[in-house]
């Protein structure tokens, strides 16, 4: 017996195998402090609590929901557009309630990529873009990621024979794993470089409001006749702590959506209505809740960085959006080893860049989705190492 062929191009999810080794430390009774996982620590506002509770009692919202979500919970879609960024979108055609961005992710390669057809990835970036490219049967062209570029693709770097056969391009702002923001003048470029090369734009946006300092993340939508060629996956598990409720939005193209739409129909069977019904109450969370989580990382940003930099002397940048800090690890050292190092001295459990890609190598990702009393926990191990 033995599996298909397809999945020896897809390594197991990095963060299934750093579980295992996690467990087994757990075992030896070390304490491990996980800033590894990007997973909201916070609850979900609780007027989306009470609405799961109260349609979930009632008998008829049990059944198989439909294909493409109730209207009132894309019509909350398309107010969310609205409302935040001034967008607007078609009720019918322009949004897709998916089973979590990442269940859109994946499934948009197959979707649109045929056997051999180029897709443009960033490196570092989340695993899932090139997995599911590969999986389709496609070829992922990276898109070096770098510092002294601001962590935004090199869009004059790409060689003109790759665009040509290139047929859809994924980026992430606020990034996930830099936490690098992209201006609404570089949505303006990629706009402008997938025109010309007729490339799907796939902007996946899932930290559009998680924010510091007052910065409030633009939509690729935002972008003049954006959605003839880009297509935004959008989720409410970072926004609004609800990651493990898997619901996330595919919004603007509608080409791409209709024919993800059509590729889900053969797959899955939509979300259970007292989740959509709960969504469409998430959507109507005043912002003040959303300023306070925001605000609750923030203070968490606040006390990693300056232990970071000047206790541990790791180059570090200040991020203004996303859940993630990315200090540089010490020359001579990958980042593997180093995310070791500290997990073996400190039980704080990091991921190394290059997890997310070659181009990550040298980095670390340190997640403040932890609660507040073990995050600190974690600063003040980091604080006591010697490098
Ligand atoms: C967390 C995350 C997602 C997945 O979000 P879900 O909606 O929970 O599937 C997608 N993309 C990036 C970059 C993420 O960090």
């Given at each position: 017996?033995?599996?298909?062929?397809?999945?020896?191009?897809?390594?197991?999810?990095?963060?299934?195998?750093?579980?295992?080794?996690?467990?087994?430390?757990?075992?030896?009774?070390?304490?491990?402090?996980?800033?590894?996982?990007?997973?909201?620590?916070?609850?979900?506002?609780?007027?989306?609590?009470?609405?799961?509770?109260?349609?979930?009692?009632?008998?008829?919202?049990?059944?198989?929901?439909?294909?493409?979500?109730?209207?009132?919970?894309?019509?909350?879609?398309?107010?969310?557009?609205?409302?935040?960024?001034?967008?607007?979108?078609?009720?019918?055609?322009?949004?897709?309630?998916?089973?979590?961005?990442?269940?859109?992710?994946?499934?948009?390669?197959?979707?649109?990529?045929?056997?051999?057809?180029?897709?443009?990835?960033?490196?570092?970036?989340?695993?899932?873009?090139?997995?599911?490219?590969?999986?389709?049967?496609?070829?992922?062209?990276?898109?070096?990621?770098?510092?002294?570029?601001q962590?935004l693709?090199?869009?004059?770097?790409?060689?003109?024979?790759?665009?040509?056969?290139?047929?859809?391009?994924?980026l992430?702002y606020?990034?996930?794993?830099?936490?690098?923001?992209a201006p609404l003048s570089y949505f303006e470029e990629a706009?402008?470089?997938?025109?010309?090369?007729?490339?799907?734009?796939?902007?996946?946006?899932?930290?559009?409001?998680?924010?510091?300092?007052?910065?409030?993340?633009?939509?690729?939508?935002?972008?003049?006749?954006?959605?003839?060629?880009?297509?935004?996956?959008?989720?409410?598990?970072?926004?609004?702590?609800?990651?493990?409720?898997?619901?996330?939005?595919?919004?603007?193209?509608?080409?791409?959506?209709?024919?993800?739409?059509?590729?889900?129909?053969?797959?899955?069977?939509?979300?259970?209505?007292?989740?959509?019904?709960?969504?469409?109450?998430?959507?109507?969370?005043?912002?003040?809740?959303?300023?306070?989580?925001?605000?609750?990382?923030?203070?968490?940003?606040?006390?990693?960085?300056?232990?970071?930099?000047?206790?541990?002397?790791?180059?570090?940048?200040?991020?203004?959006?996303?859940?993630?800090?990315?200090?540089?690890?010490?020359?001579?050292?990958?980042?593997?080893?180093?995310?070791?190092?500290?997990?073996?001295?400190?039980?704080?459990?990091?991921?190394?860049?290059?997890?997310?890609?070659?181009?990550?190598?040298?980095?670390?990702?340190?997640?403040?989705?932890?609660?507040?009393?073990?995050?600190?926990?974690?600063?003040?191990?980091?604080?006591?190492?010697?490098?």
């Amino acid at each position: 017996m033995r599996s298909a062929r397809r999945l020896s191009s897809t390594p197991p999810y990095v963060f299934a195998t750093l579980d295992g080794k996690i467990a087994r430390l757990r075992e030896q009774g070390v304490d491990i402090i996980r800033l590894d996982i990007g997973s909201p620590d916070g609850p979900p506002p609780e007027a989306v609590v009470r609405a799961l509770a109260r349609s979930a009692s009632d008998p008829g919202k049990h059944g198989y929901a439909g294909y493409a979500g109730t209207p009132a919970l894309r019509a909350a879609m398309v107010h969310y557009y609205r409302q935040r960024f001034g967008v607007v979108l078609d009720t019918a055609s322009q949004v897709l309630p998916l089973i979590g961005s990442k269940e859109g992710i994946a499934h948009l390669a197959m979707a649109w990529l045929d056997p051999g057809d180029v897709a443009l990835v960033p490196d570092p970036g989340y695993p899932t873009y090139a997995a599911s490219v590969a999986l389709a049967g496609g070829q992922a062209y990276t898109m070096p990621l770098r510092a002294d570029r601001q962590w935004l693709p090199d869009l004059a770097a790409i060689p003109e024979a790759i665009a040509r056969r290139a047929r859809l391009m994924w980026l992430n702002y606020p990034n996930n794993p830099t936490g690098a923001t992209a201006p609404l003048s570089y949505f303006e470029e990629a706009v402008a470089f997938c025109r010309r090369h007729d490339i799907l734009l796939c902007h996946d946006a899932p930290y559009a409001d998680v924010g510091y300092d007052g910065y409030r993340a633009p939509s690729v939508l935002q972008v003049a006749g954006a959605d003839d060629v880009a297509v935004e996956f959008n989720s409410l598990s970072k926004s609004h702590n609800m990651a493990g409720w898997r619901v996330g939005m595919a919004a603007g193209n509608a080409i791409a959506i209709g024919a993800l739409a059509q590729l889900k129909t053969n797959i899955d069977s939509g979300h259970f209505l007292a989740i959509q019904d709960a969504s469409v109450a998430a959507f109507q969370t005043p912002v003040s809740w959303i300023d306070q989580r925001n605000a609750v990382y923030q203070a968490r940003r606040d006390a990693l960085l300056p232990v970071l930099v000047d206790d541990l002397g790791l180059e570090t940048a200040t991020p203004s959006a996303g859940l993630y800090l990315w200090p540089r690890v010490p020359r001579g050292t990958t980042s593997a080893e180093f995310a070791d190092r500290i997990l073996a001295e400190t039980g704080v459990s990091l991921t190394p860049g290059s997890a997310f890609g070659a181009c990550g190598e040298g980095y670390l990702r340190i997640s403040l989705g932890q609660t507040t009393e073990r995050f600190m926990m974690a600063v003040e191990r980091l604080r006591g190492m010697r490098l």
